[in-house]
Nanobody
């Protein structure tokens, strides 16, 4: 079955960088969009970035454009989120997710359990 396992979170200072990894297994993902979401304490889940597996087209929320880079490695079945110039407001649990491109909605079908990112000032 499909599994998404995040790693790479941690505690860092503002202005530093982290790279999150999402190891995907259970099927091929050529027809999927892989996304990163985050949820800060007491707040709703927020879309961060996504990459279309087939051609690496990317999407970003405005608050991370120019700072974060999403990518995927076909050979490793892994999605990355390179986070640069981190800000305290980036503090959240970050979740990896996947959705079928053929879906008529933007709902994501599979989710990881999250990895904590904490950015101190």
């Amino acid at each position: 079955q499909v599994q998404l396992v995040e790693s790479g979170g941690g505690l860092v200072q503002a202005g530093s960088s982290l790279r999150l990894s999402c190891a995907a297994s259970g099927r091929t993902f050529n027809n999927y969009v892989m996304g990163w979401f985050r949820q800060a304490p007491g707040k709703g889940r927020e879309f961060v970035a996504a990459v279309r597996w087939s051609d690496s087209r990317t999407y970003y929320t405005d608050s991370v454009k120019g700072r974060f880079i999403i990518s995927r490695d076909n050979n490793k079945n892994t999605v990355y989120l390179q986070m640069n110039s981190l800000k305290p407001e980036d503090t959240a649990v970050y979740y990896c997710a996947a959705r079928d491109r053929s879906s008529s909605s933007l709902s994501y079908d599979f989710w990881g359990h999250g990895t904590q990112v904490t950015v101190s000032s």
